[in-house]
């Protein structure tokens, strides 16, 4: 295809570290996957047939473009359970996936250069939502030697008449830490101070080891300020079912119906029907939090003990992100090199807004065994480069 087709600044396309990694994946072979989030375990059995059940009764049309009435009766009921909170009906709106909802409440809300504030390390698509979304991402580094708790100092600085929001995520994807209930707290004093909104991505909710995540549907008082992002896909293990939802203000849930109508007008009703029975499935997503909390512990306890890797231990989520700087190598090689020598395949830090390659992400999304074998592959590999740079620096003496 000719180019004049396409739009001036995707004509040229980097080479990426995933078309590198991909070349080198396809030359060999037991390659243990450690780089995307989606987790091995399969929706539960139950979820599955109810949502066939339903569809076979005929739930196999649009659904109600703000989502399922029964399913939005289900996450009210939900966020009463599980954090004591009353949301109305008119607060929500379902979508495809908690990206979609993102999108949808950045659209909503940006006009062309307004700015949305996003600590680094970051998710990764959330700099490119902004911008398609006519705005501007404001970066703000969260330290390593603070446990990467959100820098409200750093943020304050940042604030200009063009911001309009901060975006947080927690429990958080790279990290795995979680933001504290006093950091939150002045996160709600500062947009106040500012009349800015907040967008609290809480996809990751459900994992959380320490008792520690604090919803921001619990500062109801300022409900008008905050939009919840959330997401069965994790949560659930339903990454393929494309089901998201938000919670925000009835008058901002308006203006994304109206935009989502030219866009996919409604989240897939048989996915919806699912999502129902997930919320009401008895101990489910306990069995799938336990699950995770064994794998990120166990690899905590791993990677804890590199003498070559620097970690601030996962709290939530389930990734770990160990500074590599000890091993003199970026990220994007140290990566490219554990794949090519050991077979394992981790992220560089750079997707997540790491100016420095000093960190990789590791997901444990596989079964223990697998993990183990994994995380023994990324010990041996920084071992051989620990005995180089010692060969290196005596034959340099």
Not at 82 to 107: K, P, W
Not at 329 to 355: M, N, Y
């Amino acid at each position: 295809m000719s180019k004049k087709f396409i739009k001036k600044e995707y004509q040229k396309t980097p080479a990426t570290f995933f078309a590198r990694a991909a070349e080198i994946k396809n030359s060999q072979t037991n390659i243990i996957d450690l780089s995307l989030g989606d987790p091995d375990l399969k929706t539960a059995a139950e979820i599955v047939n109810q949502a066939a059940a339903d569809a076979n009764q005929g739930y196999t049309h649009y659904a109600h473009p703000r989502g399922d009435f029964e399913l939005r009766e289900a996450i009210v009921a939900y966020y009463k359970k599980n954090y004591n909170q009353l949301i109305d009906l008119d607060q929500i709106m379902i979508t495809v996936g908690a990206c979609h909802g993102t999108f949808l409440a950045l659209a909503a809300i940006l006009n062309e250069g307004e700015e949305i504030i996003i600590p680094t390390p970051y998710f990764a698509p959330y700099k490119g939502q902004v911008e398609l979304a006519g705005g501007k991402a404001v970066f703000v580094k969260s330290k390593f030697e603070a446990d990467f708790q959100l820098d409200l100092d750093a943020v304050e600085e940042k604030i200009t008449p063009k911001t309009k929001a901060i975006l947080i995520n927690s429990p958080h994807n790279p990290t795995g830490i979680i933001q504290k209930k006093k950091v939150l707290e002045k996160l709600i004093e500062l947009a106040i101070k500012y009349d800015i909104l907040i967008l609290s991505d809480e996809v990751y909710e459900n994992f959380d080891y320490k008792s520690e995540f604090y919803s921001l549907v619990n500062f109801n008082k300022q409900s008008d300020r905050i939009i919840i992002l959330n997401s069965f896909s994790k949560t659930f293990a339903m990454t393929g079912w494309r089901l998201g939802f938000l919670i925000a203000d009835p008058d901002l849930i308006n203006v994304m119906q109206n935009l989502n109508e030219g866009i996919c007008y409604s989240a897939p009703s048989i996915s919806q029907r699912a999502a129902i029975k997930a919320l009401t499935s008895e101990n489910l997503k306990e069995e799938i939090r336990n699950c995770f909390a064994k794998r990120v512990s166990y690899a905590n306890q791993i990677i804890s003990a590199n003498s070559e890797l620097d970690l601030v231990k996962a709290e939530g989520a389930f990734y770990l992100f160990p500074r590599i700087k000890k091993t003199g190598l970026k990220a994007e090689e140290f990566a490219l090199r554990l794949l090519k020598e050991e077979g394992v395949l981790v992220l560089p830090g750079d997707d997540f807004g790491d100016q420095n390659g000093e960190f990789i992400r590791i997901a444990c999304t596989l079964e223990l065994s697998k993990l183990t074998e994994a995380l023994a592959r990324i010990c041996s590999f920084t071992k051989k480069l620990k005995d180089d740079n010692l060969s290196n620096s005596k034959l340099n003496k």
